[in-house]
């Protein structure tokens, strides 16, 4: 059914015909009843159309960085503009990162230039062994945990010893740079080194922790048939111990 629509409307042609405004087609409102009036619209000369599911945002928010399409289309094929202040402007011309990301061991441009150009050591060589923790202290018969990694843009593979040649508590376990001791006894006591495996001899190719096993406490009623020596004990696993 049509309807006499005057010049400057658009006339909703199913469903309960009528004319509406022309300016109201394709202004995202459904006016019509069944929509007719938002189709085959486009995007409007102030907006961006996605490339993969047709949707329409505001220019300026094309190449600002943020990804609005979901198919990131609206950050494709972007002319550097510079970046802010406080920011580092990658090689490449294609990203910005905070200036405080520069030149801390690991990389944050994709082309890897935050930690190559200006650096004070060569980015591409440097090691960055971290331990977490650098140092523990604990009683005997617990666990104890230890993690080593290389935080460079190496990411170099890591490998736990025990300093001066030592072997390992029994059931030690390690892997991914996580070192774990269980039962820990006091003759453990000491330093454990975390290396850089096929870095060796290079400087900072290794890091060292210590580790400090301190006795566990029993009451004097459980001493029994173990022998006294004033404030410390054997007890029935041949370990010493303090009388509290």
């Not at 980015?123 to 202290?137: A, F, I, K, M, S």
């Not at 666990?143 to 890591?158: I, Y």
């Not at 330093?191 to 406490?217: I, M, Q």
Request: net charge negative; aromatic share 8%.
């Amino acid at each position: 059914m049509l309807i006499g629509c005057t010049v400057g409307q658009f006339q909703c042609e199913s469903n309960n015909p009528r004319c509406i405004e022309e300016w109201r087609k394709c202004d995202r409102v459904k006016d019509c009843r069944d929509g007719e009036d938002e189709r085959d619209c486009g995007c409007r000369d102030f907006e961006f159309q996605c490339r993969s599911d047709l949707k329409c945002i505001d220019n300026w928010r094309r190449c600002d960085r943020y990804y609005d399409c979901e198919d990131r289309s609206d950050e494709d094929d972007c002319e550097p503009e510079g970046c802010r202040l406080g920011e580092f402007a990658c090689a490449d011309g294609q990203q910005c990162i905070p200036e405080r990301f520069r030149c801390d061991g690991r990389p944050n441009c994709r082309d890897g230039s935050d930690e190559r150009d200006g650096c004070p050591y060569s980015g591409d060589h440097r090691l960055n062994l971290r331990t977490y923790p650098t140092e523990q202290t604990i009683k005997e018969g617990r666990e104890v945990v230890f993690q080593c990694r290389d935080e460079g843009p190496l990411r170099a593979r890591v490998e736990w010893s025990r300093g001066g040649g030592l072997p390992f508590p029994e059931g030690t376990r390690q892997f991914d740079g996580r070192l774990e001791m269980p039962n820990i006894q006091l003759s453990n006591t000491g330093t454990f080194v975390c290396r850089a495996v096929e870095h060796a001899g290079k400087e900072d190719s290794e890091v060292s922790v210590y580790l400090r096993v301190t006795p566990r406490k029993y009451s004097k009623d459980v001493v029994g048939k173990v022998k006294e020596d004033r404030n410390f004990f054997k007890d029935e696993t041949g370990f010493l111990a303090a009388i509290t």
